[in-house]
């Protein structure tokens, strides 16, 4: 089995703050990771629960793959992230199963992480990142 766990489930928003505060006052939430990445036009916030986390996005700027997410379906569910040892062999792998890649190798994610992202169009409508950490 190549996934290891989900690492995380992301949810797409126009205003961070709002996002953070909201899952602050419903569950209790507390933001245990924030970044820019900057190559991928997004600020996100990590929410920690148990090993895994939610990923709250915002874009950065208009060109992002997050804006233009929200612009075609409005803020919610982005991607889900599931946790791999090896990012190229897990890549790989999907790939020879008929997956679509965005990525045709493994690059630099957030917090130091290794991620490659999947297409929906091959993956059943959901898009996918691999996540070495």
């Known amino acids: ?24 006052r419903a569950f209790g939430a507390t933001v245990d990771h924030r970044e820019v ?4 036009g997004v600020e996100e916030a990590l929410l920690k629960v148990a090993e895994s986390y939610v990923q709250l996005l915002t874009p950065t700027r208009d060109d992002s793959p997050v804006a233009k997410a929200i612009e075609k379906r409005g803020e919610g569910l982005h991607h889900i992230g599931y946790r791999v040892n090896d990012c190229a062999a897990a890549l790989e792998a999907m790939v020879a199963a008929g997956a679509t890649p965005i990525d045709t190798a493994p690059r630099p994610g957030s917090r130091g992480t290794t991620v490659a992202f999947m297409h929906p169009k091959g993956s059943f409508g959901t898009l996918i990142e691999l996540v070495q950490e």
Do not use: F, G, N, P
Request: a negative charge; aromatic letters at 8%.
């Open 37 to 40: 990445v900057e190559s991928d």
């Open 1 to 24: 089995m190549l996934l290891t766990e989900i690492d995380h489930v992301a949810i797409a928003v126009r205003d961070l703050e709002a996002a953070i505060d909201y899952y602050k």
